[in-house]
């Protein structure tokens, strides 16, 4: 059983029991996610439609207005009346959305390439891109690496946080760290972007702060900001 992670996040619900990741699921679910795992965890679509149910089977599903019930994201918010929902049915739903994906890709000819790595060393030639487009962490808006421990504990991998590019006093992280490190990953991509080109940084948070951290950042990479 692993324990809810330190931070805003992952304390949120102790004050309603919850200490522990299997807090989020019913006895009935947390079986029947169980089940469904043992299934599926060497067969990589399969696991990767998995990691969407045992978001979804929690006790966090809420009910929505517009219908479609799920989670609340950039949260572990626990509702007061929570939609427990059917893992089979949430499975099967993945499933076919999957299948449609695999069909769509299949007569593309494109291709693209993904890589897991930290944006202040990328491993791509400089002078070598033609255009980026960036949605950075926005401050302490999200806590990221906190809210990926429903699907960590599921894996048992957990993320390096060291590294984490927010904000978040729990942990030590202050305005400062955030700003060296947003300035560092800045300067990877002027490195890498062609003589000339263009960057699109999506941003969004509400603190003046924030916002002069981030174009200050910009700035000391070498970008010139020609529209807001």
Same mark, same amino acid.
């Given at each position: 059983s692993t324990r809810t992670p330190e931070g805003g996040e992952g304390s949120r619900n102790v004050r309603v029991g919850i200490l522990y990741i299997d807090d989020f699921?019913?006895?009935?679910?947390?079986?029947?996610?169980?089940?469904?795992?043992?299934?599926?965890? @060497?067969?990589?679509?399969?696991?990767?439609?998995?990691?969407?149910?045992?978001?979804?089977?929690t006790i966090m599903r809420r009910y929505n207005e517009g219908g479609g019930h799920r989670p609340k994201t950039r949260t572990m918010y626990k509702p007061s009346i929570s939609s427990v929902g059917n893992v089979y049915n949430i499975y099967k739903k993945k499933l076919s959305q999957l299948e449609a994906f695999q069909n769509y890709i299949a007569e593309k000819k494109e291709r693209s390439l993904i890589q897991v790595a930290s944006c202040t060393k990328l491993n791509i030639k400089s002078n070598s891109i033609d255009y980026i487009f960036t949605d950075p962490p926005f401050g302490a808006n999200i806590s990221y690496s906190e809210l990926n421990c429903i699907w960590e504990s599921w894996l048992k991998v957990a993320t390096n946080s060291q590294l984490e590019a927010i904000e978040n006093?729990?942990?030590?992280? @202050?305005? @400062?760290y955030y700003s060296e490190l947003m300035a560092e990953a800045l300067k990877e991509y002027y490195r890498i972007l062609k003589p000339g080109k263009w960057i699109t940084i999506g941003f969004s948070n509400t603190s003046s702060i924030m916002w002069n951290i981030i174009t200050k950042s910009i700035k000391k990479a070498g970008f010139i900001i020609a529209n807001v």
């Open positions: 699921y019913t006895k009935e679910n947390k079986f029947a996610v169980s089940e469904l795992y043992k299934i599926v965890k @060497d067969q990589s679509i399969f696991k990767f439609g998995f990691l969407n149910t045992c978001w979804h089977a006093k729990s942990v030590n992280k @202050d305005s @400062d």
